[in-house]
């Protein structure tokens, strides 16, 4: 068979050769003078061996040629060998505070109703030493967005009368003062006589401000055009909705009545996604069993007065797959994005991962990146060998999103194994972790993830993009040659991975292909071999990490991807 082999031309004889995998091809090597002449005067097989040091594997599309994976591949080699640390912070923050990190700014809101904030890297809206806010605004929810010098709080205000009612603020990050976009300073929100932190969701995209509202029995949609301040729909939820019977709505005991109380659910199994000024995500778990959940689409109908708000129509439910007993649901990140964007589309507020208004968006091409992380138990009661599965999930949501599906009653259910195409990894450490709180994304295409062992924070990054060709296989067994090139060896490992398929998603044909790769790093805490991540963002410039150590203080850490 090896003579047969030999004696084909030499470009059937590189393509035959091109099928090995990297650990094959290298034993022909050491066996065989004319495999040694063929791989080194053949491109195409010397990058067999470059994808086996990278700890890829390639599912680009036959058209694209091996110059340009090969051009991939130096770009993402650059891309990841030069992440570094370069700043570090200690901020304090009040017990039990609200706090997120959005695009290299620290804010929360604690328990007080005290909003306050404070950039960690250098932007143009404020100086890095500046601290907005402070005061005392009765604030209950907040959404910043720093590319717009954006601050929203939802404020409670007490009448002369000793009623409630509720106020969106409109300010400045880098003032503090009002929004000079805004007609009005603020939103007046009066529906409901009392909110509780983590009974309403809001939301910023551009120049659209939604809440997602739920106490008491009832959830609304409320979107705003908040610079005219123009309320563009108010839409509730259906009461027979299967929303309505997730394990957060339980009774709760008044000292006069007793009543059902949609309580704040979990930020680990809940999710609200504004898709348009006309469609939202609602990720529910099921009733009966809360390893099992699904993504429901909404129809948001028009009207400005909740008294009698239509209701949303029901179009699609995408069911998530069945968890057993030992697993436990870590998080949920929704993104939105489209694989190709004019020339001549408006930039659109980074967040959405977009480059063209919502409102334009063809709905063919829209592409929904769905994430999923869970831990998962091997033997029940036994954390010693856990370990997690993250799946990285591209949907066509708006796809189901057309005028016609608009019909109560007649929505669609889409099996988990009927969703099409993805890609899934499993990321495994060395050693036991503990894992509790969210992934982030930033165009679907970069996600981070913590977790913590010994005295260790170790910090994962996927890297996810549509457009390249490459699926990573892990980076356990590093060569020594690469090792240098990286921060520090990365104890994360992918155990499976599969590729895109074209069969139901004609876009993508355009030879769309997906990149997958995992940078996992450690940060040494030093004094504090008990800190946990308790919030992190993942900006354009650069990486934010915050350890808890302790009650009231966060160390942060900034990381460049340049």
């Not at 700014?105 to 143009?124: A, M, N, Q, V, Y």
């Not at 429901?296 to 995408?318: K, V």
């Amino acid at each position: 068979m090896a003579t047969a082999l030999l004696s084909l031309p030499q470009e059937l004889k590189v393509k035959i050769l091109s099928y090995l995998d990297a650990v094959s091809l290298a034993r022909c090597k050491l066996t065989c003078r004319c495999v040694r002449e063929s791989i080194r005067d053949y491109s195409a097989l010397q990058y067999i061996f470059q994808l086996h040091f990278e700890g890829l594997k390639d599912t680009g599309a036959c058209s694209i040629d091996i110059h340009r994976r090969i051009e991939q591949l130096q770009r993402r080699r650059k891309t990841w060998s030069s992440l570094k640390v370069t700043e570090r912070y200690v901020v304090d923050v009040p017990f039990r505070s609200r706090i997120e990190l959005v695009g290299g700014f620290i804010s929360f809101l604690d328990s007080f109703g005290r909003f306050s904030l404070k950039p960690l890297i250098p932007s143009p809206v404020i100086k890095q030493d500046k601290v907005v806010g402070g005061e005392v605004v009765n604030g209950v929810e907040f959404a910043i967005d720093p590319t717009q010098d954006l601050l929203a709080i939802l404020v409670r205000v007490i009448l002369p009368n000793n009623e409630r009612s509720f106020e969106i603020h409109l300010k400045t990050i880098s003032t503090n003062s009002p929004h000079p976009r805004a007609v009005k300073d603020r939103l007046i929100f009066d529906d409901f006589w009392e909110l509780k932190s983590g009974e309403v969701r809001m939301q910023l995209s551009g120049s659209t401000l939604a809440l997602f509202v739920f106490p008491h029995s009832k959830a609304y949609v409320s979107v705003w055009d908040w610079p005219t301040s123009e309320v563009i729909l108010v839409s509730q939820i259906p009461r027979e909705d299967p929303f309505y019977a997730a394990p957060w709505s339980r009774s709760r005991q008044n000292t006069t009545t007793t009543f059902t109380h949609l309580i704040p659910p979990l930020p680990t199994n809940f999710n609200f996604q504004l898709l348009s000024p006309t469609y939202c995500l609602v990720i529910v778990t099921d009733k009966e069993d809360p390893h099992i959940g699904d993504i429901r689409l909404y129809h948001l109908g028009r009207t400005a007065n909740t008294a009698n708000a239509p209701t949303a129509s029901h179009l699609a439910t995408f069911y998530l797959p069945s968890l057993t007993s030992q697993s436990h649901l870590v998080d949920i990140s929704l993104d939105i994005r489209c694989p190709s964007i004019p020339l001549d589309a408006p930039l659109l507020d980074s967040c959405f991962g977009t480059a063209r208004p919502l409102h334009t968006i063809n709905a063919e091409e829209q592409i929904h990146s769905f994430t999923m992380l869970y831990h998962h138990y091997p033997a029940e009661g036994d954390i010693s060998q856990n370990y997690m599965d993250m799946f990285v999930h591209q949907r066509a949501f708006m796809k189901y999103c057309v005028p016609g599906d608009v019909i109560p009653g007649a929505a669609k259910h889409i099996q988990w194994d009927e969703w099409g195409p993805y890609n899934a990894m499993i990321i495994c450490p060395a050693k036991p972790f503990f894992m509790r709180h969210h992934i982030r994304s930033v165009h679907g295409q970069r996600i981070i993830y913590p977790w913590n062992g010994d005295d260790l924070l170790d910090v994962g990054i996927l890297d996810f993009t549509i457009g390249a060709v490459m699926v990573a296989e892990g980076l356990s067994n590093l060569p020594s040659e690469l090792e240098s090139s990286m921060p520090d060896k990365g104890r994360g490992t992918l155990m499976s991975s599969t590729s895109l398929t074209t069969s139901e998603y004609p876009f993508f044909e355009r030879e769309v292909e997906t990149h997958l790769r995992c940078v996992a790093f450690s940060l040494d805490l030093h004094e504090n071999t008990n800190a946990i991540v308790h919030t992190y963002s993942l900006c354009e410039n650069g990486v934010v990490c915050a350890a808890d150590r302790g009650t009231a203080t966060f160390k942060l850490h900034v990381f460049t991807l340049d």
